[in-house]
């Protein structure tokens, strides 16, 4: 079991270390991350969630149905309940509250679920679990958040005119490869269109480098960021990492929605670390920027014992 949990999880944190390395050793700084993001969000990712969704047999992608309900319910729960807790009851402004709902209800699982939940389960298995996870942060998480942060900002005095509208911002993330490119591939599925061998493997090529290039991007974007730990980092740093996880394991598994390994696959899909584009966010708004940070630090550092903990909980 050691093994294992050696296997899924110490990859992650030593490439996203060396991207911190290469940025203290200034060979990368913030824009240079920004580039590699912008090319694992535009080809890589979209090319590695096509290719693995279409090599996927139809009967395996409609099996999953209950267990993307369930991940779809459970990423939107972790959103706004997080939201309306910092916002209402502990009294955050606007855009800190949004942020901060980002950080605990959006797991990295497009940049870390790849290597982790492919080891553990496959490639094709992975695939759906990142594809549906990816689809909800484009198309909900992402979205709302702007919206937020626009509204926070122009209460601020920092911008003007209304913020744009849930539906043109869902209209504009429909847009990105990210969203279009894992739904073709569903649609390619269940339409039972093959995808020509020379064709997938030259897709392959550059979404084989998807996993390492985000990490490392990722650490550099750490690295740019001054680290500090208090209250509310912890707080987002162990609801992202252990109460998501924890309270969806305990609510599905008396319902018996899904199966036991399909448990295990959302469990650990949810207990990976915060994703690194609420950095992102936080920097273009300039609201909360080294809180978010440091969570984002602190949740993927501390996610080898605690993804580690699920994975021998669950025995996956």
């Keep these: 079991m050691i093994s294992t949990i050696l296997n899924a999880m110490l990859p992650i944190v030593v490439t996203l270390v060396l991207g911190m390395v290469a940025a203290w050793h ?37 099996g999953h149905t209950a267990l993307t309900v369930v ?15 910092a916002r209402y009851a502990v009294g955050r402004d606007l855009m800190s509250a949004a942020l901060q709902a980002l950080a605990i209800g959006c797991p990295n699982v497009g940049f870390v679920g790849l290597p982790v939940l492919g080891y553990l389960f496959g490639p094709s298995v992975a695939s759906i679990s990142v594809a549906v996870s990816s689809l909800v942060l484009v198309v909900f ?80 974007t750490l690295y740019s960021q001054r680290v500090m730990f208090n209250l509310p980092i912890a707080v987002s740093t162990l609801s992202r990492n252990v109460l998501v996880p924890a309270v969806v394991w305990a609510a599905v598994m008396p319902l018996g929605v899904i199966s036991d390994a399909q448990v295990k696959e ?5 207990a990976i670390p915060s994703a690194v584009v609420c950095v992102i966010l936080a920097v273009q708004f300039r609201a909360a920027e080294r809180e978010i940070a440091s969570t984002i630090f602190w949740s993927t550092i501390l996610s080898l014992p605690t993804v580690g903990l699920f994975i021998w909980l669950l025995g996956a």
């Design 266 to 270: 959302a469990v650990i899909a949810l």
């Design 26 to 62: 200034q060979d990368f700084d913030a824009n240079g991350a920004r580039v590699l993001n912008r090319m694992v969000m535009i080809y890589a990712l979209p090319l590695v969630l096509f290719t693995g969704i279409v090599s996927t047999p139809r009967s395996q992608l409609v």
């Design 71 to 85: 991940l779809v319910v459970a990423l939107l729960a972790s959103y706004v309940i997080p939201f309306l807790i």
């Design 141 to 220: 998480h992402i979205p709302v958040t702007v919206m937020l942060l626009t509204a926070g900002a122009a209460q601020r005095g920092d911008a003007s005119g209304p913020p744009l509208g849930l539906p043109a911002q869902i209209a504009a993330a429909l847009k990105e490869p990210m969203v279009w490119g894992p739904l073709l591939g569903f649609v390619m599925v269940l339409l039972d269109i093959p995808l020509p061998s020379p064709l997938m493997k030259s897709f392959d090529l550059l979404g084989a480098a998807t996993a390492g290039v985000a990490l490392f991007s990722s650490g550099i």
